[in-house]
């Protein structure tokens, strides 16, 4: 069964450094997400895609952090500089239609923590 | 900006119990769906509705919409320890997508 990729699975880092992490949606999906999800909490969507194009970033920090999918299948998000605040787990999600009408599909996350 | 608030935080109940999630939106929905999140995995897709009133079905899990498609409820029957782990609802208006804060469901044996 097709799956979303993502790694790092962990990353430890000390604040003020930088931090990337990398996505492969399931092949053929359009839409893809990247959320972040603070321990007890639900995922808060931070910016969505579909192809290459930026949809949605109204959530995402662009003092610090950046999303690229340069050529529309897997995705980059990167943390510049690191903050002790941004220590969670960053699920990336992909759909083959706009999320308003399909479900995601998420990857198993890379927990970040800073020290 | 739109919220959407799920009660209870947690809920421990005894296996054969069931189980009942509530969740409500500051805002009308055009759809909402529902993931679960076992502990220590990621969140996976159970179920959308999409009409007014609408009642789904799957097993032992009871999806509801509210007439007014401001709430919803999951409500899991006879649970066991399968069930285990957080339920998510996910309201969407105006072409924007919320997460709730989930409830913790825990089973014991």
């Known amino acids: 069964e097709a799956e979303v990729a993502q790694s790092p699975r962990y990353k430890i880092t000390e604040k003020s450094q930088a931090v990337a992490f990398w996505c492969d949606p399931i092949s053929g999906h359009a839409t893809l997400y990247w959320y972040r999800q603070i321990l007890g909490q639900g995922p808060e969507l931070l910016v969505q895609?579909?192809?290459?194009?930026?949809?949605?970033d109204s959530q995402l920090p662009k003092d610090r952090f950046s999303a690229e999918r340069l050529k529309g299948v897997d995705s980059t998000l990167k943390i510049q500089p690191a903050e002790l605040g941004d220590s969670a787990m960053y699920l990336c999600?992909?759909?083959?239609?706009?999320?308003?009408?399909?479900?995601?599909?998420f990857g198993p996350g890379t927990r970040l923590t800073v020290l | 900006g739109q919220q959407v608030m799920q009660i209870p935080q947690y809920q421990h109940v005894q296996e054969g119990e069931d189980f009942t999630t509530y969740c409500n939106s500051s805002t009308t929905l055009s759809n909402i769906q529902w993931y679960k999140q076992r502990p220590g995995g990621h969140p996976v897709f159970l179920i959308q509705?999409?009409?007014?009133?609408e009642v789904k079905k799957q097993k032992r899990l009871t999806f509801q919409f509210g007439e007014a498609k401001k709430n919803s409820s999951l409500h899991i029957t006879a649970t066991q320890t399968t069930d285990v782990g957080t339920y998510f609802c996910a309201g969407n208006a105006g072409n924007m997508l919320t997460f709730g804060g989930g409830t913790r469901l825990m089973v014991k044996p």
């Open positions: 999600a992909s759909s083959s239609m706009p999320r308003e009408w399909d479900e995601q599909f």
């Open positions: 509705l999409v009409k007014s009133g």
């Open positions: 895609f579909q192809d290459e194009s930026v949809v949605d």
